[in-house]
């Protein structure tokens, strides 16, 4: 065999080894198990309330609206966000955080991890599908109300992904009955078109008492 092809078959192999372990990688980070003592806890620690419920659930955005039924205190909110999570882990999870509460309504915030964890657009749209359609299945009168990705300094650089995905989740829930897509991304955005910083806290990520109160005035037409 001469020098150029054992060079090309080496080079074939490793390509091949370099292919397992990136698939091995990702195998590893999607699994969503790793959640199970904080959702064991948010069950436990959140009974199921009579009359009708309006669910807020998604990743770490939601989890720190700590004081969420401040704002809306002529309703029952659950709040049920976990983690830094994603949105298979949600759809993972739904009958837990979802569809034991048989809400009358959901509000999901997911995506945003999914994008900084390299996922596309229209791979977040899909699992979207997925959990809607899980939701429908099991509830048919509840209604969802999709978030938008909000912006944030410390992931601008994904911008354009972000608002590639913001544009399929509004586009998915006005042809979707019994879907609704809210847009807190412009909201979140100054005069020159960047993540106001006073709304956010020193991680550049999470959100001030500012940015919720931002999130739920643009809510409040949801919520009766």
Known sequence: MSLSASFHRITGILLVLLQACIIHALSAQDKPEKFQKEVDQIVSNTPVPSGDIYLFTG????RMWKDINRFFPDVTVVNTGFGGSQTFELLHYADDLIIRYAPHKVFIYEGDNDLASGKTPVTILNTMQKLVGKLQAALPETEIVLISPKPSPSRWQL????ESL??????????????AFVNVWDIALNEEGRPKPEIFLSDSLHMTKLGYEGWAEMLEPHIP
Do not use: C, I, W
């Open 59 to 62: 990743s770490s955005s939601v």
């Open 159 to 162: 911008r354009e992904e972000y």
């Open 166 to 179: 913001n544009r399929l989740l509004k586009v998915y829930a006005e042809k979707t009955s019994g879907v």
